[in-house]
């Protein structure tokens, strides 16, 4: 069965991910070989809207891919992504986090220029945090709290859902 970690930015969704598996995905390390740009190159070229067209066919391929997939923070914004997470027989994990701890985390990653932070002022980032909150979990099976926790304790916990 697949399991998918959702969540926002700065959640660990990447390095709960790997830590759970040799062979896991990456969907936007996919997107990235798929159009050949990192991603934020390609928002400013090609605009958000074509980002999330390729995200959602990606989506329905890795549905039966039956590997630990980590998704990126803005899966859930189309109501299509959330039915295909919803009607998919998976694991639909939330790394959940308050604001603050994201905020800190997603400022310090320099390695990871994310679009949507590079453009948002902190509060325009949480107004979207505030938004998307509802719809990680509204797809979830499973909600973990992932605040001041470990990867070690994340991965245990994400592995007792499995
Ligand atoms: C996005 C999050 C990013 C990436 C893109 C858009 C978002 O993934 O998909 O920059 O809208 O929240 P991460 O959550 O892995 O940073």
């Given at each position: 069965m697949t399991t998918f970690l959702i969540g926002f930015?700065?959640?660990g969704k990447s390095t709960i991910a790997r830590q759970m598996s040799a062979?896991?995905?990456d969907m936007d390390a996919m997107i990235v070989e798929r159009i050949g740009m990192p991603i934020a190159a390609f928002f400013e070229t090609q605009g958000e809207a074509a980002f999330r067209q390729i995200e959602k066919s990606v989506l329905s391929e890795l549905v039966v891919s039956d590997k630990v997939v980590s998704t990126g923070g803005g899966i859930v914004i189309s109501p299509v992504n959330r039915q295909i997470l919803k009607d998919a027989v998976a694991k639909v994990i939330y790394l959940k986090s308050d604001f603050d701890s994201l905020y800190n985390r997603i400022s310090s990653d320099t390695d990871n220029v994310r679009p949507i932070f590079v453009n948002s002022s902190r509060q325009a980032l949480e107004a979207i945090f505030n938004t998307r909150q509802p719809l990680y979990e509204e797809v979830a099976s499973q909600i973990i709290d992932v605040t001041d926790k470990t990867p070690s304790q994340i991965v245990q916990e994400v592995k007792e859902f499995q």
């Open positions: 930015m700065g959640s062979d896991f995905i």
